[in-house]
């Protein structure tokens, strides 16, 4: 990606342009007690996203679907991040309510308004009780911690152990 600020550089292969040495130099020095593989996701993130400024007329759709859907999981078919999350919930029982991008039109367009909801760039985005949770690790890490089960007992959702 190329950004226009005011300097030119490469940080850990991503190609700043025209950015602002002082802004670069804070945000990779140890003043934000941040290790420089941290320096370099929160660069990604500040300057990587493909967010569009156009308003997305599928972010009332999607906070509708949030607040109709105990569990909503917006995925796509031949991911593997995907794959997994499906089989977690499935093997639980879970009745979820599940949109594969990959396979419905406008399945870029409704990604694009879920970074915009959601500020997640990668599949699934997963909300549980009408509130987001993330992705697969995050639904995976609560499985783990025993929080999942207690996620679905507010939302009154059946579950198997």
Same mark, same amino acid.
């Given at each position: 990606k @190329?950004?226009?600020l005011?300097?030119?550089?490469? @940080?850990? %292969?991503l190609?700043?342009?025209?950015?602002?040495?002082?802004?670069?130099?804070?945000?990779?020095?140890?003043?934000?007690s941040l290790t420089?593989s941290?320096n370099? /996701?929160?660069?990604?993130?500040?300057f990587?996203?493909?967010?569009?400024?156009?308003?997305?007329?599928?972010?009332?759709?999607?906070?509708k679907?949030?607040?109709q /859907?105990p569990v909503?999981? /917006?995925?796509?078919?031949y991911?593997?991040?995907?794959k997994?999350a499906?089989?977690?919930?499935?093997?639980?029982?879970? *009745?979820?309510?599940?949109? *594969?991008l990959?396979?419905?039109?406008?399945?870029a367009?409704i990604q694009?308004a879920?970074?915009?909801i959601? %500020?997640?760039?990668?599949?699934?985005?997963?909300f549980?009780n009408h509130?987001?949770i993330?992705?697969?690790?995050?639904?995976?890490r !609560?499985?783990?911690?025993g929080l999942?089960?207690?996620?679905?007992?507010?939302?009154k959702? !059946?579950?198997?152990?």
């Amino acid at each position: 990606k @190329i950004i226009n600020l005011k300097m030119n550089g490469r @940080i850990g %292969g991503l190609l700043v342009k025209n950015s602002s040495s002082r802004m670069m130099r804070n945000l990779m020095s140890k003043r934000f007690s941040l290790t420089q593989s941290s320096n370099l /996701y929160m660069l990604r993130r500040l300057f990587c996203t493909t967010a569009t400024t156009e308003p997305n007329k599928n972010v009332d759709e999607i906070k509708k679907q949030i607040t109709q /859907y105990p569990v909503l999981v /917006y995925a796509k078919s031949y991911c593997k991040h995907s794959k997994m999350a499906k089989e977690l919930l499935g093997k639980m029982q879970v *009745d979820y309510q599940k949109y *594969d991008l990959d396979l419905i039109e406008g399945g870029a367009e409704i990604q694009q308004a879920l970074l915009q909801i959601t %500020g997640q760039k990668t599949v699934p985005n997963i909300f549980i009780n009408h509130k987001h949770i993330g992705g697969n690790s995050d639904l995976q890490r !609560k499985n783990t911690d025993g929080l999942l089960t207690k996620m679905f007992d507010e939302a009154k959702v !059946k579950y198997v152990v």
